[in-house]
T-cell receptor, first 113, second 116 residues
Framework: GDSVTQMEGPVTLSEEAFLTINCTYT??????LFWYVQYPGEGLQLLLK?????DKGSNKGFEATYRKETTSFHLEKGSVQVSDSAVYFC????????????FGTGTRLQVTL | NAGVMQNPRHLVRRRGQEARLRCSPM?????VYWYRQLPEEGLKFMVY????????ESGMPKERFSAEFPKEGPSILRIQQVVRGDSAAYFC??????????????FGPGTRLTVL
C-alpha cells in the first residue's frame, strides 16, 4: 500500500537558519504530493502541493520539488522564523485510491530566537 | 465563509461510554473525511462520506465505530463503549468534490478525545 516516511523530529533551528525536512514516499501510479502544517491546537492547513514529476510547490517561502526518480518531496525554506514553529506533515493522494490522504508521522519544528 | 467546524473541541469519556463527534463541513462541501491522530503519530484515514452515503470506510475499525452524514445536519463519528486506546485527536476534512490533486481537503480544528 501507499506510505510516506518523514524524518524524525523535533528539529530545532535558530531564526533565519535554513530548513530541510525530508519526505519520501511509496505509491503505485502517479500520486499528488502535499505538505500540511499544524500549528499548536489547530487543524491542518495545506502549505503547498505538487501534482506531477518535477513540479515545484511553493508558499510562504517554503518550497518542495516532486522528484519521481528518488520518490521524494523534501520541504525547504531559506530562512525560518519563530512563527514557523509547528508540526509539518508530508502526504500523498493516489489516483488509484482517490480521496484519502496518506500522511507521514509529522516533523515538529521549533525555531528559537 | 466559515471553515470546517468540529465540536466538541475536547471530550472526556470514561471507559464503556459513548463518544459522539460532530463535523460541519464548509459551505457548499458535500464530501467529508474523518482521520484519527494517535499521540506522536500522523493522521490515519478512517472514513469518507458523501451526503447520506459511506463511500470508503476501509480505515474504520469494524467494531464500535460508525459514521454518518445525513442529508441535513453535521457528519457524526460515533464510538461506542470507548476504551483507553481510542484516546486521540479526530480530524474532519471536507471538499466540494471528491478530493484529488485539484480539490483540496480542508481540515477542521479536531476533537481531542480522552478516555479515562
Amino acid at each position: 500500500g501507499d506510505s510516506v516516511t518523514q524524518m524524525e523530529g523535533p528539529v530545532t533551528l535558530s531564526e533565519e537558519a535554513f530548513l530541510t525536512i525530508n519526505c519520501t514516499y511509496t505509491a503505485t501510479g502517479y500520486p499528488s504530493l502535499f505538505w500540511y502544517v499544524q500549528y499548536p491546537g489547530e487543524g491542518l492547513q495545506l502549505l503547498l502541493k505538487a501534482t506531477k514529476a518535477d513540479d515545484k510547490g511553493s508558499n510562504k517561502g517554503f518550497e518542495a520539488t516532486y522528484r519521481k526518480e528518488t520518490t521524494s518531496f523534501h520541504l525547504e525554506k531559506g530562512s525560518v522564523q519563530v512563527s514557523d514553529s509547528a508540526v509539518y506533515f508530508c502526504a500523498l493522494i493516489n489516483t488509484g485510491t482517490a480521496s484519502k490522504l496518506t500522511f507521514g508521522t509529522g516533523t515538529r519544528l521549533q525555531v528559537t530566537l | 465563509n466559515a471553515g470546517v467546524m468540529q465540536n466538541p473541541r475536547h471530550l472526556v469519556r470514561r471507559r464503556g461510554q459513548e463518544a459522539r463527534l460532530r463535523c460541519s463541513p464548509m459551505k457548499g462541501h458535500s464530501h467529508v473525511y474523518w482521520y484519527r491522530q494517535l499521540p506522536e503519530e500522523g493522521l490515519k484515514f478512517m472514513v469518507y462520506l458523501q451526503k447520506e452515503n459511506i463511500i470508503d470506510e476501509s480505515g474504520m475499525p469494524k467494531e464500535r465505530f460508525s459514521a454518518e452524514f445525513p442529508k441535513e445536519g453535521p457528519s457524526i463519528l460515533r464510538i461506542q463503549q470507548v476504551v483507553r486506546g481510542d484516546s486521540a485527536a479526530y480530524f474532519c476534512a471536507s471538499s466540494p468534490r471528491p478530493a484529488s490533486s485539484t480539490d483540496t481537503q480542508y481540515f477542521g480544528p479536531g476533537t481531542r478525545l480522552t478516555v479515562l
